[in-house]
C-alpha cells in the first residue's frame, strides 16, 4: 500500500481528528527525509505503540545556519515515500516551506539550557530552528508520542525540555542509534563521504567506545579525553569539535564518572562533519551496543 502524502495542514488536521474520534494512539516521527534505516526503526518503534504513524518531511531552513549546507541536503521524497509505504506507515506530511513560515513569520522557540555546548555553542541558532520546528510539527500533527533518535542526544534533551517547559500534551520517546556493521551511526550526510573518508568513518565510533570503556575502567577523564581528541585527529579527521563527558539525565558537564554518562564528539572528515554518542556505562552494556550493531 501506498503511504498518503499531505502537504495542508488543514488535511492533516481534519485526518488526525477523525482519528482521535475513533480513539486511535497517534505517532509522530519527525524527520528531514533522506530515510535511512535509522528513520525506519523510528518508524517501526512508533508502530508498535500507536495506531497510527505519521512521518514527518521538512528540510526546515531554519535549523542549517549554513546555506551550502542547506541546498546541499539530499531531498528524495519518492525514495522516502517507497521506504514509508514499506514499513506501513500511514501519512508521510510534507509542508512546503512558504507554508510553514509565510511572509511575516515572527516566532521563534528557544530553549536555553540544554542548547548550550556542544552542537550549540558551534552551530549558532541551530537549536532555535528544531525548538521552533518541532512546536509547529507537534502543533500541526496533534500526536500523542513522538520518536526522536539518541544519535542527535542533545536534540533530544531540547525537545524533551520544550515539551515540559511549554506543556505540550505529547510523549518524547528517544530510541538507540542505528549504527552500519562497522559501527559507523547512520546518518543522511554519510552519503557526502567520499569512498575514503568512508573508510575513515568508523574511527570515530571505534575511538568513541574505547574511550567510554577507559572511563568506565576508571581512568582519568581529563587525560583520557586528550587522548581521545588527538587519536581521532591522527585517524584522518581534520577537526574535532566537542569530544565530551555530559551527564545522561540533564546533559550538564562532569569531570568524574560519579553518575550514568555520554560521551559526545562532533569531528569533521573532508568536508562533513560527523556527530555520535555513547552511553558510559558498565563494559558489558557496550558489548552489547557494538553486537546489536553488528549482527
Ligand atoms: O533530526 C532531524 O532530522 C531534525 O532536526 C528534525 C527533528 C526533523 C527537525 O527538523
Redesign the pocket.
Known amino acids: 500500500m501506498n503511504v498518503a502524502i499531505v502537504r495542508i495542514v488543514a488535511e492533516l488536521r481534519s485526518i488526525v481528528a477523525a482519528w482521535h474520534r475513533e480513539g486511535l494512539k497517534i505517532a509522530v516521527v519527525?524527520?528531514?527525509?533522506a530515510l535511512h534505516e535509522g528513520?525506519l526503526s523510528l518508524v517501526s518503534a512508533a508502530l508498535a505503540k500507536a495506531d497510527r504513524v505519521i512521518v514527518?518531511l521538512?528540510?526546515?531552513p531554519k535549523?542549517f545556519n549554513n546555506a551550502e549546507d542547506l541546498a546541499a541536503y539530499p531531498r528524495t521524497e519518492q525514495e522516502d515515500a517507497a521506504k514509508l509505504a514499506s514499513v506501513g506507515a500511514h501519512i508521510l506530511y510534507a509542508p512546503d516551506a512558504a507554508d510553514m513560515y509565510p511572509q511575516g513569520f515572527a516566532t521563534k522557540v528557544s530553549v536555553s539550557g540544554p542548547s548550550d555546548g556542544l552542537c550549540g555553542a558551534f552551530r549558532p541558532g541551530h537549536f532555535d530552528?528544531?525548538a521552533t520546528?518541532?512546536t509547529k510539527?507537534f502543533l500541526q500533527t496533534g500526536a500523542d508520542l513522538a520518536f526522536?533518535?539518541e544519535?542527535?542526544f542533545q536534540?533530544l534533551h531540547v525537545?524533551r525540555r520544550l515539551v515540559r517547559d511549554l506543556d505540550i500534551p505529547i510523549e518524547i520517546i528517544g530510541n538507540p542509534t542505528v549504527r552500519e556493521s562497522d559501527g559507523l551511526a547512520m546518518s543522511?550526510r554519510n552519503t557526502r563521504l567520499s569512498s575514503a573518508e568512508r573508510r575513515t568513518a568508523p574511527k570515530l565510533p571505534e575511538i568513541l567506545f574505547k574511550t567510554a570503556r577507559r572511563l568506565t575502567s576508571g581512568e582519568l577523564v581529563e587525560r583520557t579525553l586528550r587522548e581521545a581528541r588527538q587519536a581521532i585527529l591522527a585517524a584522518g579527521f581534520s577537526k574535532v569539535e566537542y569530544l565530551e563527558l555530559r551527564a545522561d539525565d540533564d546533559l550538564v558537564s562532569i569531570a568524574t564518572l560519579n553518575r550514568p554518562a555520554r560521551l559526545l564528539v562532533a569531528a569533521w572528515l573532508g568536508q562533513t562533519r560527523l556527530i555520535d554518542n555513547v552511553e558510559v556505562r558498565s563494559p558489558q552494556r557496550l558489548d552489547q551496543i557494538l553486537k546489536q550493531a553488528a549482527a
Open positions: 519527525p524527520t528531514m527525509g528513520h514527518t521538512f528540510v526546515n535549523q530552528g528544531v520546528v518541532v510539527l526522536f533518535g544519535k542527535d536534540q525537545v543522511s
